[in-house]
């Protein structure tokens, strides 16, 4: 009954004891002496066999034919086995229930648990695992007391690591398998610290941790046959493309680029399986990396050497991808070429990146054995790839890390400012002096409007695009520069130094492969930025062709070498260009001034004309900034603490708060409201009717630029919605455009026809505060005459004949002038009674 009742784990344990106790009863009962005997006799005939080898000089032929015969002829004596030497009594077949519980003792016994209690013995602690004894972190990490105890380190790291009292990594899978690095470093520091060091051994041991987390958590998991990767971010160390050396060659590094070309998805071989091309017999499986490449040498069944042949159907595959990353155009130094690494993707991280997009890479960095490198250099050179390990677009990262919670309150604050706008434009590179109409302009493209896409079937583009045309010296191409620094993801080209396969995509042959693929272009890899294009004259007109679909339907198609494919190009297109003949001249229209055909005119929302006039006032204030700006810029100049502009512009938004300024208000979609249709339509007609004349034609685009102005202007003072403001914004930027494609004689006379729209979105707060002030006086007049002892320190207007008066100055809404600081400083608005009282404590003085 005792044994009926025993556990199967007592029954394996009194198996091994049945097993091993005659062995040591029959060595017990021999003589020490007969051992010793024994022992110095085979000795003496191991010399004597040694000597005489020795003396014979050709020795035995080993490989002749009649020793192999006589070697395995029969021999009833030696082929039998003696059955006083065999005892079978103690073996007992096990069950399958027995022979489970045994390999489950065993696994547990590997994994460092006690057999019968199933609790945790042998693991090392975090001190523990600190002291290394081992040659290498490598090899200290292999020994298996200190694999388990990383492995269960991590475990517990996973199921008990807390933030704001929240469990960070909670029991959703994709809360496991993406990690970050600096929780690692802060709650598990040697963990950490052995990662950077020896990633690809760690990350299979947080893989194996992760996976046990999970099944814990969800116990059908082990059913699906799923792995866990653990994905790491956020990792602290940030290295250049151009910055990989020897020193980072199998460590976790952290690069970033925009990928250039992206490989279709091979299989690769993870689990293989061969199959013995003699016997048949089944040979593995064996695990096979991206490092080694696995060689047999015999088979285990019948010890001959081959061949072997792989069993497909029993092989496991994974999927591999690969891409290049060139390092971003902002980090590019001077007068040198963007370098590039190839980055290999496996498993859930395929196609998760297409050319164009920028992205940060955390891998592994490691290096191959590449025979044409061998051959064409003469000595060994290993080619070096990346495997990456997690990636994360560049656009995700402006819209989450970047911008700081005191960031966001800094940006709200800004935008309640009533000047929000004025302050933006004369932000825009404030070492340039003047063009106003350009940094307005700028500014807005920066912004941009919203896309809209019409129940998935046809595009409208959001995104702004601007040509500047101009004398030279005019500051173009530092317009240009100060964009590609600004914009937080930018392409910077020239006319003569841009082909058009350089701007739309290439296609070229994979030397690995040999198959075709695609290569990104400039306006490819601007995609959701800016693309920058100096010397746009200089183009071709084939070269110029190309780009047409790019900048209306913002995409760009390709079919060659069998490649039918549409690749995204979202960006928006700011050109600068040269007059034919050298400067502009304003006797003839824009369209004859330009080297530029019709069809690429209509697809720019915004044209500058800029004119480098003699105006003797204007260039003595010109000249005067320039010398200051020179002597501010000396390398030795040191401004005072917290001055990061001259004196005068004391009230501009910094560069990096301006940048991140921009990135807010992307965020926002303004929908298009209060909108006075019948004026639109009014002044579409208009200016269809006036364009007759001459200058650039006039289509249905420049209402589309209208309305995208509009947004990007509501996005600057971050609305959610637009204003009558907003459009009287747009229709003057467009009007001004108009304008200055004109002969000089016919701008005067559009001006007058269209000067009640101008006058709109001029600064007009001045005006209105001379039109109170002078309305303030004649009433004092009227109540002197009256009576002259009246006070008159209160004095009541009522805002209708404020309205009134402003009509007779073609100013149609005072509404954002009652809500002006220069209003708020000098009188009160009573808005129920709708009354205007000076204020006491400030008197105006027109």
Known sequence: MANSESSPSSQVRAQVARDSSPQRDSLSQLNPSILLSDIEEEENLIEDDIVEVADSEEGENLFDPEIFERDYQEDPRLDEYDPDFLNDESQVSLSPTIRREAELYMQRMERGMDPDTDQSIGYMNLEEISEIKALSVIEWIRIPVVRRGIYHQFGNFLKTYVEDGKLIYGPRIEELTRVHFSHLKQNKSILALFLEEAPEEMLKIFDEAAYNVCVQNHSGYKH????????????????????????????????SGVITRRTGVFPQLKYVKY?????????????????????????????????????????????????????????????????????????????????????????????????????????????????????????????????????????????????IGEKIFKSIAPSIYGHDDIKRAISLSLFGGVPKNIQNKHRLRGDINILMLGDPGTAKSQFLKYIEKTAHRAIFTTGQGASAVGLTASVRKDQITKEWTLEAGALVLADKGVCLIDEFDKMTDSDRTSIHEAMEQQTISISKAGINATLNARCAVIAAANPIRGRYNTSIPFSQNVDLTEPILSRFDILCVVKDTVDPSADEILASF?????????????????????PQNQNLISQELLR?????????????????????????????????????????RYLESMLRLAEAHARMHLRDYTDTND????????????????????????????AQYINKTKDQHELLLHVLNTLIREKVRVQRASNPNINNENVIINVFDLRKQAKYHNIHSIDQFLKSDEFEKYFIWDKAQDIIASNRNNIYDS
């Open 224 to 255: 699906l046959g799923k792995e866990i990767r653990v994905r790491i971010t956020d990792f602290h160390s940030f290295c250049n493309i151009r910055d990989l050396r020897q020193t980072n060659l199998n460590r976790l590094v952290r690069v």
């Open 275 to 419: 199959n013995c091309g003699k016997c048949g017999g089944l040979l593995g499986p064996y695990t096979q990396d991206i490092q080694t490449e696995i060689k047999l040498n015999y088979c285990l069944h019948c010890q001959s050497k081959g061949p072997f042949i792989l069993n497909t159907e029993q092989t496991l595959y994974s999927d591999y991808q690969k891409i290049t990353l060139q390092e971003s155009p902002g980090t590019v130094p001077a007068g040198r070429l963007p370098r590039h690494r190839e980055v290999v993707l496996l498993g859930d991280l395929i196609d998760s990146a297409k050319p164009g997009e920028e992205i940060e890479v955390t891998g592994i960095y490691r290096n191959n054995f590449d025979v044409s490198l061998n051959i064409k250099n003469g000595f060994p050179v290993f080619a070096t790839i990346i495997e990456a390990n997690s990636i994360v677009k560049k656009e995700d990262l402006f819209e989450s890390n970047q911008l700081t919670e005191n960031d966001r309150i800094q940006i709200q604050n800004l935008a309640k400012d009533n000047k």
């Open 626 to 646: 320039v010398v200051d700006s020179h002597m501010r810029s000396h390398p030795e100049e040191v401004l005072p603490e917290g001055d990061s502009f001259p």
């Open 660 to 700: 991140k300024y921009i990135i807010y208000a992307k965020q926002i979609t303004p929908q298009l409201t209060n909108l006075d249709e019948a004026m639109v339509s009014e002044l579409y007609s208009n200016l269809r009717k006036e364009a007759q004349s001459g200058g650039i034609p006039i289509t249905v």
């Open 727 to 754: 459009l009287d914004v747009a229709i003057d930027i467009v009007l001004q455009s108009f304008f200055s494609s004109q002969k000089y004689s016919m701008a005067n006379k559009l001006k007058k026809v269209f």
